[in-house]
């Protein structure tokens, strides 16, 4: 089946520097991919919407020089967060819809998550 | 009030039960996923309903679309069922993702 592939697991790092997450579509293309960042007992929280070869859209009070999104290739969408400070501190995840028809092309489709990036800021 | 309620937010079984999470919701929707969430935090798809009901093997979701309500039911639960399940629904007007704060499910042998 479909697989979304996230990396780093886990990463921590100091006040002021940028970690890149990446998450990969092994098997489909994803035009789409949806970056969520989650705080603990707490639900998803839709962070920006990313699309292959255009600007990502932002979500209401999340800061787009803080949390650069790039999505350069139908398989590869990444989540820069910048000058990191410990209150972003949380749970990271993508996903993207897939469609056995080929590229994704409906937000209907059944969603494809990766595992998922736990970022600790000291 | 939240667009998506769950219930119950958490839950406890033993080994061999029959478990159910209902998922209330207040918006027009184009569709209804249930995800299940590991202790890891890895998130999998189990269900995406825009109608009726859908089996996959143990597990069972029906989705009532004039109530505004689904349910996910576990036949024969088992200690690996213990997750978080998220209701989520794709909202008509907006087509965004709206999630449930989750169900913590914890089966005991």
């Known amino acids: 089946g479909a697989v979304v592939s996230q990396h780093p697991s886990r990463v921590i790092c100091k006040s002021g520097t940028s970690v890149k997450i990446e998450c990969r579509s092994l098997d489909f293309q994803a035009t789409t991919m949806f970056w969520y960042r989650q705080f603990p007992k707490q639900s998803l929280m839709l962070m920006a919407t990313s699309n292959e070869g255009s600007k990502a859209t932002y979500e209401q009070g999340v800061e787009k020089d803080k949390f650069l999104i790039n999505h350069a290739s139908l398989t590869l969408s990444t989540l820069t967060v910048t000058s990191a400070h410990p209150e972003d501190s949380s749970f990271y995840i993508c996903?993207?819809?897939?469609?056995?028809?080929?590229?994704?092309?409906?937000?209907?489709?059944?969603?494809?998550f990766g595992n998922g990036t736990r970022l600790t800021v000291t | 009030k939240n667009e998506v309620e769950q219930s119950p937010q958490n839950l406890t079984a033993q080994e061999g039960e029959f478990i159910t999470i209902n998922c209330s919701y207040s918006?027009?929707?184009?569709?209804l996923h249930w995800l299940q969430q590991h202790p890891g935090g890895g998130i999998v798809s189990l269900f995406m309903?825009?109608?009726g009901k859908k089996k996959h093997g143990r597990l069972i979701a029906t989705i009532n679309i004039q109530e505004k309500h689904s349910s996910l039911h576990i036949t024969a639960s088992h200690p690996r069922d213990s997750a978080v399940y998220i209701c989520a629904v794709r909202s008509y007007n907006t087509d965004k993702l709206i999630f449930g704060t989750g169900t913590r499910l914890q089966v005991f042998p």
């Open positions: 309903l825009s109608s």
């Open positions: 918006v027009g929707i184009s569709a």
């Open positions: 996903s993207a819809p897939s469609s056995r028809r080929g590229p994704s092309s409906s937000y209907n489709s059944p969603l494809h």
